[in-house]
């Protein structure tokens, strides 16, 4: 019975520093996130709206350098008036990844790159419009920074631009907040 106390003693301490985090390092592990601000889509011509939803990721910090992978999903309440059709933009998926660097020690500046796949709706009837409707592919680029208040809770600005498919294109600013585990 002792050798078994003693084996499972020594894998404590030997398993304990592997799970253990370093709280006084922030912008590492899992988070959620919302987010919301501007939105501008642009097609035939542009229209602005607001963008609301909800992310989440996973950090790995080495010394001084942030990498990530994050998902989001977001709506917006942009719509786009040409004669007798509208054109809404509706939800936003967003998977990538991001890389940055720590400043001051709670502050991330990053920049982000990945797949986006976003749902445009016409409704109505013109002539000589095409406009997009359905699920349009694209690539999203960005830049932002980050504030840890804590180990465990954040907030972030950021600006974003994404081209889709038929020539439609996206430019956001938001803001965040979010929180690690």
Do not use: C
């Not at 990538?96 to 796949?117: M, P, Q």
């Not at 406009?131 to 804590?150: F, K, M, P, Q």
């Amino acid at each position: 019975m002792s050798k078994y106390l003693i084996a499972a003693a020594l894998a404590s301490a030997v398993a304990a520093p592997a799970l253990a985090q370093d709280v006084s390092a922030p912008f590492s592990g899992a988070h959620v996130e919302a987010v919301g601000g501007w939105d501008r889509v642009q097609a035939n011509g542009h229209d602005d709206g607001i963008l609301y939803g909800v992310g989440a990721g996973y950090d790995l910090r080495r010394g001084n350098t942030v990498f990530g992978i994050e998902g989001e999903a977001t709506d917006s309440t942009q719509k786009e008036k040409f004669g007798g059709v509208t054109q809404k933009a509706s939800r936003d998926l967003y998977v990538g990844g991001r890389i940055g660097t720590v400043v001051g020690g709670n502050n991330l500046l990053y920049v982000k790159a990945g797949y986006t796949n976003a749902r445009f709706k016409a409704e109505g009837t013109a002539t000589g419009v095409t406009l997009a409707d359905g699920n349009l592919d694209g690539a999203r680029v960005g830049a932002g920074i980050e504030h840890a208040l804590s180990p465990n809770a954040f907030v972030k600005a950021e600006y974003r631009y994404s081209n889709y498919e038929q020539g439609v294109s996206r430019n956001q600013v938001l803001a965040g907040i979010g929180l690690r585990f």
